[in-house]
């Protein structure tokens, strides 16, 4: 199976919050997962941001489809990834950390869904689906 490299994002649907209830969070786009995948370990690393604190953790193959499959939309970067430097204090969120981990410095981008918007309109991620990478064996 040949694996596309690069930071997979996951948008997914997470219990309803204060803000969903006023409509600035869209529905099926309140949450965040990041992974990658690791040639050395044939694994994936997994990064989540959760209520200000995150977590690390490596998953197989079977975990990272699992992932996938119940996500509302999976897109693949598709450029360089450059970590930026943080010159100002951001809040931790999922959507701050994915808008670091991918090098990116969009102020107004607060939401998961803005995010998204934000990527395809600057052609930095592609859409991914498993029946198009399960072609590319």
């Known amino acids: 199976m040949r694996i596309v490299e ?17 409509g600035v969070v869209k529905k099926g786009y309140r949450h965040i ?3 990658r995948y690791d040639k050395v370990s044939e694994s994936f690393i997994y990064f989540e941001t959760l209520y200000g604190g995150f977590k690390i953790g490596v ?7 699992f992932i996938v499959n119940h996500a509302t939309e999976t897109f693949v970067i598709t450029t360089n990834v450059n970590p930026t430097k943080m010159l100002l204090p951001r809040i931790l969120t ?11 410095n969009w102020p107004f981008v607060f939401t998961p869904w803005q995010l998204r918007s934000a990527l ?3 052609g930095i991620a592609d859409k991914f689906s498993l029946n198009d990478f399960s072609n590319q064996e």
């Open 120 to 122: 395809l309109k600057k």
């Open 94 to 104: 999922c959507v701050g950390a994915a808008k670091h981990l991918l090098g990116v």
């Open 6 to 22: 690069g930071w997979f994002i996951s948008f997914s649907n997470v219990p309803s919050t204060v803000l969903q209830g006023y």
């Open 33 to 35: 997962v990041l992974t």
């Open 59 to 65: 998953l197989t193959i079977d975990q990272w489809h």
